[in-house]
């Protein structure tokens, strides 16, 4: 069955979504695009272009697969233009309202065979599932940032998702060269329930004046020897998204452990979002 599969939807294209469409168009599906206005499709294309530029220039793809992978992606304002997808991926930020208005239309515009999996963090799949007629072929399918890079797929089920889905589902994760892993839809899923309270860990031990925001990520990096600290990786995420998931945690579980530290919640509400907003605990991220 997967390898019928021609044209996938990516609609929304942030940060996440454009290394998405770059993944999928990077294994020769045809891929479209889709954003909401012209002036964040230019953005979401703009995400794809350097990304792309940067791994021609590192000589990771020649000049020639590139215009391959340019030839096969594609980017509209409409998402009536996903009319034959056979698989779309949503990616648009994380409120249920948007994703309702989203799945509502992907669901009216796809085929009824089309499987349509959201990129969501914190948002339920279940919920997100219910709000379409077809439950059975929603999944989860989350990335991790950057997507291009990052080898991890979560595939997310509900008590609704068919076993057809998910094994179509894990088998183009595996076709895009990430390794899928499964998941039941609990928050935080897997990796994030285990990432973000240490992030949110280090964002207290930083609050609390313990070390300095370069200390705690050299702590982490050099005892541990991941690619980069805590406060380094909020950035890179997005403490938007690190308290969304928090805030999920939390509602969840009630457990004390998974309390947002103040200072993520302020500097959310000041606007300091890490990379995307050019600001987190880093200036000039
Ligand atoms: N887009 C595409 N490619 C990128 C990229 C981007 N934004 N950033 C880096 N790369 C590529 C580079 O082109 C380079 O590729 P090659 O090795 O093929 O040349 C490679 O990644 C390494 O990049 P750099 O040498 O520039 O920098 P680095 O070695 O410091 O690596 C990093 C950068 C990959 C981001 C690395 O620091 C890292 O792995 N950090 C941890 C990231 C992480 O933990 N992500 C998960 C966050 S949790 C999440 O996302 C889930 C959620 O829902 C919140």
């Not at 088998?171 to 990432?195: H, M, Q």
């Not at 969840?252 to 907003?277: F, I, N, T």
Request: charged share 25%; glycine share 10%; hydrophobic share 45%.
């Amino acid at each position: 069955m997967v390898q019928e599969f021609d044209k996938v939807g990516v609609v929304g294209l942030g940060t996440m979504g454009a290394g998405i469409a770059e993944v999928f168009a990077r294994a020769g599906f045809n891929v479209i695009g889709v954003e909401i206005d012209q002036a964040a499709l230019d953005r979401g294309r703009g995400h794809v272009d350097k990304s792309l530029s940067r791994a021609v220039s590192r000589g990771k793809l020649t000049e020639e697969e590139r215009a391959g992978i340019d030839a096969r992606l594609s980017f509209t304002t409409s998402r009536e233009d996903l009319a034959d997808a056979d698989f779309v991926v949503e990616a648009v930020p994380e409120r249920m309202d948007i994703k309702r208005d989203v799945f509502g239309d992907l669901d009216r515009i796809c085929p009824p065979g089309t499987i349509l999996a959201t990129n969501t963090s914190s948002l339920s799949v279940t919920e997100i599932a219910a709000l379409t007629g077809r439950p059975d072929k929603v999944v989860g399918l989350h990335f991790f940032n950057p997507a291009p890079v990052m080898k991890l797929a979560e595939v997310i089920t509900t008590v609704s998702t068919s076993s057809d889905t998910v094994d179509v589902v894990t088998e183009v994760a595996k076709r895009i060269g990430k390794t899928p892993i499964a998941v039941g839809d609990r928050a935080g899923f897997v990796a994030n329930a285990l990432l973000v309270p240490y992030i949110n860990d280090a964002v207290r031990l930083y609050e609390r004046k313990v070390a300095s925001r370069e200390d705690i990520d050299a702590a982490v990096q050099k005892a541990a020897g991941l690619p980069m600290g805590p406060l380094t990786l909020a950035d890179l995420v997005g403490l938007d998204v690190c308290l969304a998931v928090m805030d999920v945690l939390w509602e969840e579980y009630r457990d004390p452990r998974y309390v947002a530290a103040p200072l993520l919640r302020r500097m959310v509400a000041a606007g300091r979002l890490g990379r995307k907003s050019g600001q987190g605990f880093y200036a000039g991220t």
